[in-house]
């Protein structure tokens, strides 16, 4: 189900992931973990933000029933920093960055979208015990 391509030296906790991605997809999805400067990259060549982000989202877009859902980047400079600064595991904001790009790749926007993608994000949070969703920490600071 997870196909994963870790660069760096974090480790991961891959049976939650998979735990998590059985819970609304059955599709294959591609994790990168990478640095910042990898993302950054990717950030710029994709979203014109010549900047590191913390996640980045690529779905797939198909009709066949086979293909992957798509693909999923995170920074592990990210994980450690704001794992850090919430004073919670590198898993736990693994496991929310991981849940956050997952409901792109399934559609969801938090952008312009009025309110389901956090909706279904905090579903996801209180099922598997995980501190505050990215949504609501950028929307308080």
Known sequence: MLTIENLTDLEINIDQLETIAKRVTSKEID?????????????????NKNKPTDVLSFP???DFEHEPLGSIVISADFVRQKALEFNHKNDDEFALLFIHGLLHLLGYDHELDTGEMRAKETELIHAFHLPKSLIIRTEES
């Open 31 to 47: 994790l990168t973990i990478c640095y910042n400067p990898c993302i950054q990259e990717y950030n710029a060549q994709y979203r």
């Open 60 to 62: 797939v877009e198909s």
